[in-house]
């Protein structure tokens, strides 16, 4: 079993920055790759950068490139995510969701694909 917590969610104006953390309850070798993921209300729940846990590969969703980034702290068996430039449409819920399985590139965003996932943390960034 993998547990996940998310921390730092919050409120800011737009423009403005915040940093999420997510902590695992397993050796951070045990997980394939670890994503984060946001679901705005009455939005479906969208992928939005993913970290391979050997290599530290990332990828990001065109929505968030550029303006965040993901990170991880093996040691701490912790993953980061530093979002600056945020706009009022990054208003959702912060999901982190880890996978034990390889899984390819291509479908790191799918949240089928994930076994494990966060409580979540409210991000709402204000106009």
């Known amino acids: 079993q993998v547990q996940l917590v998310e921390s730092g969610g919050g409120s800011v104006q737009a423009g403005g920055s915040l940093r999420l953390s997510c902590a695992a309850s397993?050796?951070?070798?045990?997980?394939?790759?670890m994503t984060w993921f946001r679901q705005a209300p009455g939005k479906e729940r969208e992928g939005i950068a993913t970290?391979?846990?050997?290599?530290?590969?990332?990828y990001y969703a065109d929505s968030v490139k550029g303006r965040f980034a993901v990170s991880q702290d093996s040691a701490k068996n912790t993953m980061y995510l530093e979002m600056n430039s945020l706009k009022p449409e990054d208003t959702a819920i912060y999901y982190c969701a880890a996978s034990l399985r390889w899984i390819d590139w291509r479908r790191w965003s799918r949240a089928s694909e994930y076994d494990y996932w966060g409580q979540g943390t409210q991000v709402t960034v204000s106009s």
């Open positions: 397993v050796y951070s070798g045990s997980t394939n790759l």
């Open positions: 970290i391979y846990r050997r290599g530290d590969t990332t």
